[in-house]
């Protein structure tokens, strides 16, 4: 079979699933890769993480960690090489359907670079301290993301 170049890769369609077995470390690496902190990932996480795919390759990936009526959007991460193709886009849409079929009200993140693109989904600016104890109790609100990031909040019922 003859080799795909990078520019036949990046216009294969994208594809969304859930993390496939063993496919941990690679949803991890495009985490990392974006400058995003990945120490707080758990089995539970993974559960709850949409992985998009260019053929074999995972480019990108979005989790929700449940906390209560609340679920916290994190770790939205494209591949550099895949941006502004709407990777992203097509990931929160399916992270906020994915949040309602598990009942979730109300979607918050952290960000530290990335509030416009937020902003333009429906997120609005919100103060950190008035996100639900649940949401301020995980490890992301509690110590991984410094106080400069700026807190978003969505309804999504
Ligand atoms: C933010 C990010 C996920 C966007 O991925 P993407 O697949 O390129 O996004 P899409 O193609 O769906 O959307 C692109 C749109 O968002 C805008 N955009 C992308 N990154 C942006 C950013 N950091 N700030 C503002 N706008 C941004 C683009 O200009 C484009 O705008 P348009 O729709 O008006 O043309 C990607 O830049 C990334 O992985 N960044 C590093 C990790 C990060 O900051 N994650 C968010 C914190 S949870």
């Known amino acids: 079979?003859?080799?795909?170049?990078?520019?036949?890769?990046?216009?294969?369609p994208v594809t969304l699933s859930g993390v496939r077995a063993g496919e941990?470390?690679?949803?991890?690496?495009?985490?990392?890769?974006?400058?995003?902190?990945?120490?707080d990932i758990t089995a539970n996480i993974l559960r709850n993480t949409i992985v998009a795919r260019?053929?074999?390759?995972?480019v990108g990936t979005v989790s929700i960690e449940v906390a209560?009526?609340?679920?916290?959007?994190?770790?939205?991460a494209v591949v550099e090489k895949f941006r502004?193709?709407?990777v992203?886009?097509?990931?929160?849409?399916?992270?906020?359907?994915?949040?309602?079929q598990m009942r979730i009200r109300t979607l918050y993140?952290?960000?530290?670079t990335a509030e416009p693109f937020f902003?333009?989904?429906g997120f609005e600016k919100v103060d950190r301290s008035s996100a639900p104890a649940e949401i301020r109790d995980t490890a992301e609100f509690r110590s991984l993301c410094p106080d400069s990031a700026v807190c978003m909040k969505k309804s999504i019922v």
């Open 68 to 76: 209560g009526s609340s679920g916290l959007l994190r770790s939205l």
């Open 24 to 39: 941990g470390p690679a949803v991890e690496a495009v985490i990392a890769g974006c400058g995003l902190h990945h120490a």
């Open 1 to 12: 079979m003859p080799r795909m170049d990078a520019r036949d890769e990046k216009r294969l």
């Open 109 to 112: 993140l952290l960000t530290l």
């Open 119 to 121: 902003s333009a989904r």
């Open 54 to 58: 260019k053929g074999p390759r995972v």
């Open 88 to 100: 992203a886009t097509q990931l929160v849409a399916a992270a906020e359907k994915s949040a309602r």
């Open 84 to 86: 502004c193709q709407g």
